[in-house]
């Protein structure tokens, strides 16, 4: 019934806890690096230097006072708007290089907006269980938002010959009302006369995933998100991996009732759903599920 | 894109594929200006992020 951390044993509550605690530290750490700009906050405008021409891997507002580099997201949407280009080969080749090393990884540990929605899910209200044939419906829309509102609907910019405003931007993204629309509207006197039906709407939106969060652990990760669509298509390939021990699992089924995103990792451990946090890793009496990120293993893989 | 059934080594082959294509299509796009798009757009205050525009 003990785990084994270096040398220490350690128990799986006290496991649980660390691992918790860990994260929320590189969850807090990536959040404060992704918006740095910290002046912005006060000055109400965002920051335009260099360092913008450059994507973070994170669904983080280019637009957030203090964002230090671009939405991909929004890029995406933007350069596949113009009209000189169709899709954007160099944010979808930095992503794709994200995504074969890390994997959803980045949802777990390093998405600003991921943070938020853990944050909200430790607020003590009872937990929704979403019936499984909806939640398998649900989950599917985020790859639909990403095909066709992200990288379809801007790529008919070149057929139409003119710009298309970037959709999801402008009617889903929770984030960017959070991060860049409450922020610059507070501060910003011009911006407060512009408010309109449109930041209503985008309100609700953002008020709808707050309370959602409360009661169901990481919505918009598992319905909406298309950054986190297109990190779950290399989920499988990644460099870090999760490894499932069938011979050591004594079958208490914790590691599925610790899961955020509602994966059975005895059945999935790379399942395009996890976001590789760590908890059912921590949370295992018997320490059947690791995590690797070697290119060479000795032997196959318990997985394979 | 990958089947349960693949390899370790061909699993690292299919990485290390997705790695060039990777870089090759970010050189691509920077030398197609993309980048300079990106920057254009994270400079200023998209209203559209925003919920106004």
């Known amino acids: 019934m003990f785990g084994m951390h270096g040398n220490r044993v350690r128990r799986p509550s006290e496991r649980v806890r660390r691992q918790g605690r860990a994260r929320t530290l590189v969850q807090c750490a990536c959040a404060a690096l992704a918006n740095g700009y910290a002046v912005g906050f006060l000055r109400g405008k965002v920051f335009s230097g260099p360092s913008k021409a450059l994507c973070v891997p994170v669904l983080n507002c280019s637009s957030c006072p203090g964002a230090l580099g671009s939405c991909p997201i929004g890029a995406l949407q933007a350069v596949g708007g113009s009209t000189r280009h169709t899709v954007s080969f160099y944010v979808l080749g930095t992503l794709a290089l994200f995504g074969v090393v890390f994997g959803r990884l980045i949802c777990g540990f390093a998405c600003p907006f991921g943070f938020v929605q853990d944050l909200l899910a430790r607020i003590p209200l009872p937990k929704v269980v979403v019936p499984a044939r909806l939640d398998r419906v649900l989950r599917k829309v985020k790859y639909l938002v990403l095909g066709f509102l992200v990288i379809g609907l801007p790529a008919m910019a070149v057929v139409t010959g003119g710009n298309v405003a970037p959709l999801f931007c402008k009617f889903l993204c929770p984030a960017g009302t959070l991060e860049a629309g409450l922020p610059l509207v507070a501060t910003n006197p011009s911006l407060q006369r512009l408010v309109g039906f449109l930041f209503n709407w985008k309100v609700l939106v953002l008020v709808a995933v707050v309370v959602l969060s409360t009661i169901v652990r990481r919505p918009f990760c598992k319905w909406l998100c298309p950054l986190g669509a297109f990190y779950s298509l290399f989920n499988k390939l990644s460099l870090y991996r999760m490894d499932f021990h069938a011979h050591a699992c004594v079958g208490c089924g914790k590691c599925v009732r610790a899961c955020p995103m509602c994966v059975d990792v005895r059945k999935d451990p790379n399942s395009p759903e996890c976001i590789r946090c760590g908890a059912c890793k921590a949370t295992c009496p018997a320490n059947a599920i690791t995590t690797s990120s070697k290119l060479t293993q000795k032997g196959p893989s318990p997985t394979d | ?53």
């Open chain 2, 1 to 53: 894109m990958w089947s349960p059934s693949l390899s370790t080594a061909a699993r690292n082959r299919l990485r290390a594929a997705i790695v060039a294509v990777s870089v090759v299509a970010i050189a691509a796009g920077a030398t197609c200006n993309e980048h300079l798009t990106v920057l254009a757009k994270g400079v200023r205050v998209c209203l559209e992020c925003m919920g106004i525009g």
